[in-house]
T-cell receptor
Framework: SQQGEEDPQALSIQEGENATMNCSYK?????LQWYRQNSGRGLVHLIL?????REKHSGRLRVTLDTSKKSSSLLITASRAADTASYFC???????????FGSGTQLTVLP | DAGVIQSPRHEVTEMGQEVTLRCKPI?????LFWYRQTMMRGLELLIY????????DSGMPEDRFSAKMPNASFSTLKIQPSEPRDSAVYFC????????????FGSGTQLSVL
């Protein structure tokens, strides 16, 4: 079953704009992770945020976590054409002892 | 580091044939995961190993699927007999320890069962 659900399913923006993707989940978690998948490739880890953290930055990426709302957001600032990919959130809970992926957001950055 | 290595990259086979997918995790990683990705069902965890021992195989769809990890540097996922509905991309991933760390994915095996 899919724990995380991303919103929107697809997003198209112009180069230089910011892209925001959201993830909602159902059960309590230990951490939440974001991954990127380019077409025809494997997933690449972007960032991990733990349940006791509220915000984390990595380069042009900003992730927030609201455990009370069971939601997270991924912000990509100053987007580039190379950011075009599918983005997945994944949650890890101590009870499930496994990482569960959402359905993904397809981001297209137009040059 | 070469990363997680999967073979083959593409596999086309006929219904009823045996298929074996292979994975070499990153050296030093203790956990190995097999995922299946389809448009309809997204990414599904099939099975994972910790220190070469299968921990949770509840995601394995049927008895036709089996996975082994004979040593820390090699794992196989076998489908026998294969069916058209098994067509998907199969990913292997490894991590330093189970789940609480980031996963490193291989490039996947695109399986087509005709």
């Amino acid at each position: 079953s899919q724990q995380g659900e991303e919103d929107p399913q697809a997003l198209s923006i112009q180069e230089g704009e910011n892209a925001t993707m959201n993830c909602s989940y159902k059960t309590s978690i230990n951490n939440l992770q974001w991954y990127r998948q380019n077409s025809g490739r494997g997933l690449v880890h972007l960032i991990l945020i733990r349940s006791n953290e509220r915000e984390k930055h990595s380069g042009r990426l900003r992730v927030t976590l609201d455990t009370s709302k069971k939601s997270s957001s991924l912000l990509i600032t100053a987007s580039r054409a190379a950011d075009t990919a599918s983005y997945f959130c994944a949650t890890f809970s101590g009870s499930a002892r496994q990482l569960t992926f959402g359905s993904g957001t397809q981001l297209t950055v137009l040059p | 580091d070469a990363g997680v290595i999967q073979s083959p990259r593409h596999e086309v086979t006929e219904m009823g044939q045996e298929v074996t997918l292979r994975c070499k995790p990153i050296s030093g990683h203790n956990s190995l995961f097999w995922y299946r990705q389809t448009m309809m069902r997204g990414l599904e965890l099939l099975i994972y190993f910790n220190n070469n021992v299968p921990i949770d195989d509840s995601g394995m769809p049927e008895d036709r699927f089996s996975a082994k990890m004979p040593n820390a540097s090699f794992s196989t996922l076998k489908i026998q007999p294969s069916e058209p509905r098994d067509s998907a991309v199969y990913f292997c991933a490894s991590s330093l320890r189970t789940g609480d760390e980031k996963l490193f994915f291989g490039s996947g095996t695109q399986l087509s069962v005709l």
